[in-house]
């Protein structure tokens, strides 16, 4: 679908055309007339699907047709991270650029000048305000924030949010809005947890599911069966020729991450490392340098695999194997992004074969397997059923072990005579 065949406004859809903005994604189509027609929503779709424009333009589009008086905030956007949140407010200014609409975003990391910065645009009247909940809530016990007037309520990554800890701020924040309003739940997953937020926050909400918990068709996925050490010569090879197009390479660990950055730069690789470590300001100078492509190659934990919008990601590695299937969904949906096409590989050592196949019995195919580069010496066979095995013995077995030695020990207490 075209988004002129949708009820959008003028002023909307010219700023759609300027940024060449011609046909809907799945997710925009199905999501757009539902938000238009005034209902909750909950929706759940793969990172990468254009769901932030499923909600910023309908959301836009009320903002300029049903004007409000007040200066208040208007549309409230929760998102789980400061560089999701960065991401929505470019995302809104570049939508709403024709549009007499203002955004604030506001988040947590810098100094005082930024807390400034972000009251100063709330008291000038920002329409919508994107925020990270421990910041809003900040700005709630200092009254810089008022949420009386608040139409739209969105949870972006809803999720992700959960997992981080941030349910009962999410509902904190809830309780300081109207009750009258229209609330839009994003999730890339939808566990339990998420759809008893959604009884608690929606109102008789519409259901979308788009493309759930599958990797992008255009993503071409591959592995590398190997050891640990075989590892950084598979990175040598990969890049023996100039660099074509920007890559991700994750790890689990920020020791790992910092390590493998480290020692790729010493093989004069053009590389960055990404991890909590990092000061705000150091977080943002790197993604800007990767956005702008000063920087080559991006080696990340798992704090890049999600809200980060960066086009021409035409390769990512998985150094190591995401703990579960959602992570390496996440992980390679960095790639294949706005139409284009994009490879995932992965390293799976011997310990790691086992999540690796849970990964392939999730995604219901099996992953081709590339062959190692002769120089790099022999593969690893192939055989997680066989480690699986193994691994539930070396995990249950202790404790199998333990229970009986317990139960032998009360035994032998009991047959002791009392004192």
């Known amino acids: ?28 189509e199905l999501t757009i007339p539902v938000v238009l027609e005034g209902k909750d929503v909950i929706a759940c779709a793969q990172t990468g699907t254009g769901k932030t424009a499923a909600y910023i333009l309908p ?22 991270t400061r560089e999701l949140a960065q991401q929505i407010d470019t995302q809104f200014e570049g939508f709403s650029y024709f549009l ?5 975003a506001v988040y ?33 016990q200092t009254g810089d924030i008022d949420l009386s007037r608040v139409r739209f309520f969105i949870l972006d990554e809803a999720d992700r949010m959960l997992d981080m800890g941030f349910h009962d701020d999410i509902m904190l924040i809830e309780s300081k809005l109207p009750k009258q309003r229209q609330t839009l739940l994003f999730s890339a997953t939808m566990p339990p947890k998420i759809r008893q937020l959604a009884q608690k926050v929606l109102h008789e909400p519409a259901e979308i599911n788009v493309a759930v918990s599958k990797p992008n068709e255009a993503i071409m996925q591959a592995a590398y069966i190997c050891t640990e050490f075989q590892k950084t010569g598979i990175i040598e090879e990969l890049f023996s020729k100039p660099v074509k197009h920007k890559t991700i390479i994750f790890a689990s660990k920020k020791q790992e991450v910092k390590d493998l950055a480290f020692s790729l730069k010493r093989r004069k690789f053009n590389v960055a490392a990404m991890h909590s470590d990092l000061e705000q300001e150091e977080r943002e100078n790197v993604m800007l340098d990767f956005k702008n492509s000063k920087i080559d190659i ?10 980060i919008d960066i086009d021409e990601i035409g390769l990512v590695i998985n150094y190591d194997v995401p703990n579960d299937p959602e992570d390496y969904i996440h992980r390679i949906g960095r790639t294949a992004r706005a139409s ?47 480690f699986e095995g193994k691994d539930r013995k070396r995990r249950f077995g202790k404790k199998r072990h333990r229970s ?14 009392s004192t």
């Open 1 to 28: 679908m075209r988004f002129d065949e949708l009820d959008l406004d003028d002023a909307l859809l010219d700023g759609l055309d300027a940024m060449n903005f011609q046909e809907t994604t799945p997710i925009q």
């Open 59 to 80: 959301i836009l589009n009320k903002l300029i047709q049903e004007p409000q008086e007040a200066t208040a905030v208007q549309a409230l956007i929760m998102a789980p």
């Open 100 to 104: 007499p609409v203002s955004t604030a």
């Open 108 to 140: 947590g990391g810098g100094d005082g000048n930024l807390w400034d910065q972000q009251k100063k645009a709330l008291l000038m009247g920002a329409e919508v305000c994107i925020a990270t909940p421990g910041r809003l809530i900040a700005l709630l």
């Open 298 to 307: 991006l080696v990340a934990t798992d704090i890049v695999s999600r809200g």
């Open 340 to 386: 284009a096409e994009g490879v995932a590989l992965t390293f799976v050592s011997v310990e790691d074969q086992g999540k690796f196949h849970r990964i392939e019995k999730f995604l219901g195919e099996e992953i081709y397997k590339i062959p190692l580069p002769p120089q790099l010496g022999e593969a690893p066979v192939y055989n997680p059923q066989s």
């Open 404 to 417: 009986s030695a317990k139960k032998d020990n009360q035994k032998n207490k009991g047959d002791q005579p």
